[in-house]
């Protein structure tokens, strides 16, 4: 089955500053790449999503990139604000009906 | 209304007994998904349905007992859990096929 890893597994930056998850698959057959964020207590929340035809995507602050020959797939976050402060989880998925998540990034935003 | 709502938020349950957590979805999704999350770790799928049957199954034991009773509800039955099953049960509903899959706030489980 599918492997996906992500890194790095904590991460703080300044408020302003960018922050920038990373992630790799195994599956070459993988073709959505999906990222969530986690607030303490809440359910996953889709921010943005990617397909394997589509080699970037923006939405305002947060854009993700695949490079589908290397197999990795970043979320990069901009102009960071507190309330971008979360655990971030990347996935993937082959079938259509199987997420592979990542094991999750822990970003704090300091004011 | 990209809304998947569960309930209850907390449930707090003995090993004795059964309780039923309760998903629902009003976006015409038909692939519905129970996962189970402990703390500080990625979500970890249980079962997958689609078009109200069961697709996917990971090898769960048979203490948890899912059921779509139509497109819209999705039940996840338990009885004589173990303390070790305390954890963040997760609802998510998607189309079938690789599109965008909403989470609900979950279900937070103890077990004493």
């Known amino acids: 089955g599918e492997n996906v890893e992500q890194h790095p597994s904590t991460l703080s930056v300044q408020e302003g500053d960018s922050a920038v998850i990373k992630c790799t698959y195994s599956d070459s057959a993988s073709n959505y790449f999906p990222w969530y964020k986690q607030e303490l207590g809440k359910g996953p929340q889709l921010i943005i999503d990617i397909r394997s035809n589509v080699g970037e995507k923006k939405d305002q602050r947060i854009a993700v990139t695949l490079n589908k020959t290397a197999k990795h797939f970043s979320l990069h976050i901009t102009e960071t604000q507190p309330e971008d402060s979360a655990v971030y989880f990347c996935a993937g998925s082959n079938t259509g009906n199987q997420f592979y998540f990542g094991t999750g990034t822990s970003l704090t935003v300091i004011p | 209304d990209t809304e998947v709502t569960q309930t209850p938020k907390h449930l707090v349950m003995g090993m004795t007994n059964k309780k039923s957590l309760k998903c629902e979805q009003h976006?015409?999704?038909?692939?519905m998904y129970w996962y189970k999350q402990k703390a500080k770790k990625p979500p970890e799928l249980m079962f997958v349905y689609s078009y109200e049957k069961l697709s996917i199954n990971e090898s769960v034991p048979s203490r948890f007992s899912p059921e779509c009773p139509n497109s819209s509800l999705l039940n996840l039955h338990l009885h004589a859990l173990q303390p070790e099953d305390s954890a963040l049960y997760l609802c998510?509903?998607?189309?079938?096929?690789?599109?965008?899959?909403?989470f609900g706030q979950g279900t937070r489980l103890t077990v004493v």
């Open positions: 998510a509903s998607s189309h079938p096929a690789n599109t965008e899959a909403f």
């Open positions: 976006m015409g999704h038909r692939a």
